[in-house]
């Protein structure tokens, strides 16, 4: 699906708004206002995968902006996203080497913060053993 990315940080587009054209046309009529946005939060997720759950309404200044994108993102139920976590760490964690298998616990710190969906860890280590 199709959000704003607006200053480092995900919106979903204002409503009646469903693409970057159309926001153009929005931004000149309410350029000099405080523009009422969901919030798509990016704590406990990995961009651009996100948890439907995790909105929350915002108002954001347009004027104070300093870049806006469109960026592809991929929303799921909370419940939809911790399965796909736990198995991205099936497949990915259990291969680095800061993964116990014993207690199937990652050392990398809160895995929902580190492991992208599309198996992207930026603290991988691989594991000489396997």
């Not at 990995?46 to 915002?58: A, D, I, S």
Request: glycine share 2%; hydrophobic share 30%.
């Amino acid at each position: 699906m199709k959000a704003l990315f607006i200053d480092d940080e995900y919106f979903y587009y204002p409503e009646g708004v469903s693409n970057f054209a159309e926001l153009k046309d929005y931004l000149k009529n309410n350029y000099s206002s405080f523009v009422e946005l969901t919030k798509i939060e990016s704590t406990r997720v990995v961009p651009p995968y996100f948890v439907k759950e995790y909105t929350n309404k915002t108002y954001v200044n347009l004027q104070q902006t300093k870049f806006i994108e469109e960026v592809d993102i991929s929303v799921m139920s909370k419940e939809d996203y911790t399965t796909s976590l736990n198995n991205a760490m099936d497949e990915i964690c259990v291969h680095c080497d800061n993964f116990n298998h014993d207690k199937r616990y990652c050392e990398c710190g809160d895995i929902q913060d580190t492991l992208c969906l599309n198996g992207k860890c930026d603290i991988f280590s691989k594991d000489e053993e396997f």
